[in-house]
């Protein structure tokens, strides 16, 4: 099992930052990617970045939408994978889910597919 926990979402104006944070426990040496999705009410979830566990390296990839903009980062020491948002613009409003793969699956880093455990979700807020 594994736990995923989100925190650092909250409201801001368009072009502004926020720095997202998921604190990840249990049993993670089965798992390949850490990932971030969103989803807005009324559309379907997107795969926004993922970062591979594995080595130290951690290769990232990236949705189209949020490359140049968005940077996701493993802090092992602490546990936890950021994502910063950086120019954020009011389509990026959404709930916003970290979760861990299931490697079982082979599926592509940023399909929901491809994950098994999933946290509760932080808001993100973007005004224009």
């Known amino acids: 099992q594994v736990q995923l926990v989100e925190s650092g979402g909250g409201s801001v104006q368009a072009g502004g930052s926020l720095k997202l944070s998921c604190l990840v426990s249990g049993y993670t040496a089965d798992t390949s990617f850490i990932g971030w999705f969103r989803q807005a009410p009324g559309k379907e979830r997107e795969g926004v970045a993922a970062i591979y566990t594995q080595t130290p390296d951690g290769k990232q990839h990236y949705a189209d939408s949020v490359k140049g903009r968005f940077a996701i980062s493993r802090d092992n020491a602490k546990n936890t994978v950021d994502l910063q948002m950086d120019s954020l613009k009011p389509e990026d409003t959404a709930m916003y889910y970290c979760?861990?793969?299931?490697?079982?699956?082979?599926?592509?880093?940023?399909?929901?597919?491809?994950?098994?455990?999933w946290g509760q979700g932080t808001q993100v807020t973007v005004s224009s």
């Open positions: 979760a861990a793969d299931d490697p079982r699956v082979g599926g592509s880093p940023l399909s929901g597919a491809t994950y098994k455990y």
